[in-house]
């Protein structure tokens, strides 16, 4: 991202190095920097929608802005890694219900993006 400002999520494993698979498979890894750093990511969402810089987000995140193209995405070739969710319950034999159908909505809805 050279020559661009980039928006730093700090709560990212590697807050200033996003990775990246291309067209063809290979992963890489760029070093950004920017002028604002943030452990929210609507905060940054809104400073990219003002234009401090670019956002590396979950798309949920941004749909909205996205639709009413407050922000439009980049690098539409590469696929950007971002954060990773994890649903975490005990182990037992049987799991309650409205655990499973949460679990199974995240699959649907998060499954999807």
Same mark, same amino acid.
């Given at each position: 991202?050279?020559?661009?400002?980039?928006?730093?999520?700090? /709560?990212?494993?590697?807050?200033?190095?996003?990775?990246?698979?291309?067209?063809?498979?290979?992963?890489?890894?760029?070093?950004?920097?920017?002028?604002?750093?943030?452990?929210?990511?609507?905060?940054?969402?809104?400073?990219?929608?003002?234009?401090?810089?670019?956002?590396?987000?979950?798309?949920?995140?941004?749909?909205?802005?996205?639709?009413?193209?407050?922000?439009?995405?980049?690098?539409?070739?590469?696929?950007?890694?971002? /954060?990773?969710?994890?649903?975490?319950?005990?182990?037992?034999?049987?799991?309650?219900?409205?655990?499973?159908?949460?679990?199974?909505? /995240?699959?649907?809805?998060?499954?999807?993006?």
């Amino acid at each position: 991202m050279a020559g661009h400002d980039c928006l730093i999520y700090t /709560l990212a494993q590697q807050p200033t190095l996003w990775s990246y698979t291309d067209d063809a498979g290979r992963q890489d890894k760029v070093r950004v920097n920017g002028p604002l750093r943030a452990n929210n990511g609507d905060i940054l969402a809104d400073a990219a929608i003002q234009g401090m810089g670019l956002i590396l987000q979950p798309r949920f995140l941004l749909e909205e802005a996205l639709q009413v193209s407050k922000l439009v995405p980049v690098l539409e070739a590469y696929h950007w890694s971002a /954060l990773e969710l994890s649903a975490v319950y005990p182990v037992r034999r049987h799991v309650p219900g409205k655990v499973r159908v949460f679990v199974d909505y /995240l699959l649907a809805f998060f499954g999807q993006l």
